[in-house]
């Protein structure tokens, strides 16, 4: 079952018990069910148990092990800028807080892929359902990132989560993957090297 429909049938529960619930904590619980209408029931179940009463996104990221969105926007803002000692700095104080390696890695897959979209279309930042840290950091930080470093970005962060989830320790092989992000973030891209060679 797709994250959309999930969403979709845990928000009628949701208003069938009564519970306040916001778009953010009901698209991270479905994110985290992983298709699985059983699973993410269970989740939302735990969530409302552990509210008694409104369910925040917060209380799903702390519930989730996930990172809060305000920090991914800093890492991946760090890493960006080729600051691999303050990256690591940042997921290691995540990681402490009880972030999940695997979590963190997802949230800046969605943390670009928002970018990406703020790029292209502009106008989704007046969207009202779209969280304020979202619309402020992400018209902060998309207009200093090109197109072609965010889309390295994501098949770097794509091909990075696929390498922590077979890895031996999921925290040594993110260090890995955001080494090598923060290590490139700064090169330039095969098309801008193209026109530094014909210079």
Do not use: C
């Not at 529960?13 to 479905?30: G, R």
């Not at 985290?32 to 509210?51: N, P, T």
């Not at 519930?63 to 940042?90: H, N, T, Y």
């Amino acid at each position: 079952v797709d994250i959309q429909s999930l969403e979709k049938h845990f928000s009628a529960i949701a208003d069938l018990e009564s519970v306040e619930i916001s778009a953010t904590a009901l698209h991270l619980i479905a994110r985290a069910a992983d298709g699985s209408v059983r699973d993410g029931l269970s989740l939302l179940d735990q969530a409302i148990s552990h509210a008694g009463g409104a369910v925040s996104e917060s209380e799903v990221r702390n519930m989730l092990g996930l990172a809060d969105r305000a920090q991914s926007f800093i890492l991946l803002e760090a890493l960006m800028a080729g600051d691999v000692a303050g990256g690591l700095k940042i997921f290691e104080r995540m990681f402490v807080e009880g972030a999940d390696p695997l979590a963190v890695l997802e949230d800046l897959l969605e943390v670009v892929h928002w970018l990406t979209r703020v790029k292209v279309v502009p106008s989704v930042l007046n969207n009202p359902a779209v969280p304020e840290i979202e619309r402020t950091r992400g018209e902060e930080i998309g207009v200093k990132l090109s197109m072609p470093a965010l889309s390295r970005a994501w098949l770097m962060l794509l091909k990075g989560l696929g390498e922590v989830r077979q890895a031996p320790s999921a925290r040594q092989a993110t260090d890995m993957v955001l080494i090598r992000l923060a290590y490139t973030a700064t090169l330039p891209t095969p098309e801008e090297a193209l026109k530094l060679i014909e210079k």
